[in-house]
């Protein structure tokens, strides 16, 4: 992968923000930005898709009809509002 450089200006309140969220998840502020691009634009390639879809395939998880899985999720949202 090639990288290409820029500078980016921030206020001085979200520099900080962003400065205290990298050093919490132990990453750098350019790290932190390049997530954030790639997750706002939606940068994925295609293999690391296919993968992933490949990786929850291989799980062979089972999987109800909508009916069922739609009175599971109306139950335990009821459930939530209980509690």
Do not use: C, H, Q, W
């Not at 309140?13 to 962003?18: A, I, N, R, S, T």
């Not at 997530?35 to 293999?47: C, D, F, L, P």
């Not at 690391?48 to 999987?63: E, F, I, Q, T």
């Amino acid at each position: 992968m090639s990288l290409k450089k820029t500078t980016l200006l921030f206020e001085e309140e979200v520099y900080e923000k962003l400065k205290e969220k990298a050093r919490r998840e132990k990453v750098s502020i350019g790290g932190l930005v390049r997530e954030a691009v790639a997750t706002y634009y939606g940068i994925k390639n295609k293999e690391d898709k296919l993968k992933a879809l490949g990786r929850l395939k291989s799980l062979n998880l089972p999987v109800a009809d909508y009916e069922s899985m739609e009175k599971e999720i109306i139950k335990g949202a009821l459930n939530d509002k209980e509690n």
